[in-house]
């Protein structure tokens, strides 16, 4: 956060089963315009229908797009990682989409996705991961904690499957723990 000497330019956010509901509050409270992109990582089934872009778009002002290869990344835009692709940053203006072997069971996997941003934006990385049924995310954390990064994590608790971020409450050093109620009032406080 500003306030104790981060500079964020870059938000991604990893969730899985019981996130969705989270986020759609996140994007329907969120101040416009934020001084930063926001990436979205969710474990999604790939389907010839895809209505998620769509969906989120209708819950925020500010701009949702999908992310193709070697999309460019803009401050105020939401970024939403495809089904059945890895996301990869090339570097603070680029993201590049890669279809090696599922990590978790998953593709996106939130801890590639965490880990090459980690890698990217180190100290001025905010990474956040909400409910899930697995530990992807959890290897991911420990990048960025490594690289100095911010670490935010859903609150068990208030998760509708708590196992993800159970797990990486358990082995993380973290700097916030978040609600479905409180995410969108300390993000717009960035």
């Not at 330019?9 to 934020?34: C, H, N, Q, Y």
């Not at 989409?97 to 880990?115: C, G, M, T």
């Not at 934006?121 to 991911?140: R, Y």
């Amino acid at each position: 956060m500003q306030e104790s000497g981060f500079n964020i330019e870059l938000v991604i956010i990893g969730g899985s089963a019981g996130s969705l509901p989270v986020i759609l509050g996140m994007l329907k409270d969120l101040d416009e315009p934020i001084k930063f992109a926001i990436v979205i990582v969710l474990h999604r089934k790939a389907s010839g229908l895809n209505i998620l872009p769509t969906l989120l778009q209708q819950f925020s002002v500010i701009k949702v797009t999908e992310i193709d290869d070697k999309a460019e990344i803009e401050n105020n835009n939401i970024y939403l990682a495809p089904a059945d692709f890895h996301l990869l940053f090339d570097d603070k203006q680029t993201m590049s989409l890669d279809r090696s072997e599922k990590l978790n069971y998953s593709r996106p996997s939130i801890d590639v996705s965490f880990s090459s941003a980690g890698e990217i934006f180190s100290k001025n990385l905010l990474a956040i991961l909400l409910s899930g049924a697995n530990s992807d995310g959890v290897e991911g954390l420990k990048h960025i904690e490594r690289m100095g990064g911010q670490i935010w994590i859903q609150d068990p608790e208030t998760a509708e499957v708590n196992y993800m971020p159970k797990m990486a409450m358990e082995i993380i050093k973290y700097d916030e723990i978040i609600t479905p109620e409180n995410l969108s009032i300390k993000l717009n406080k960035l």
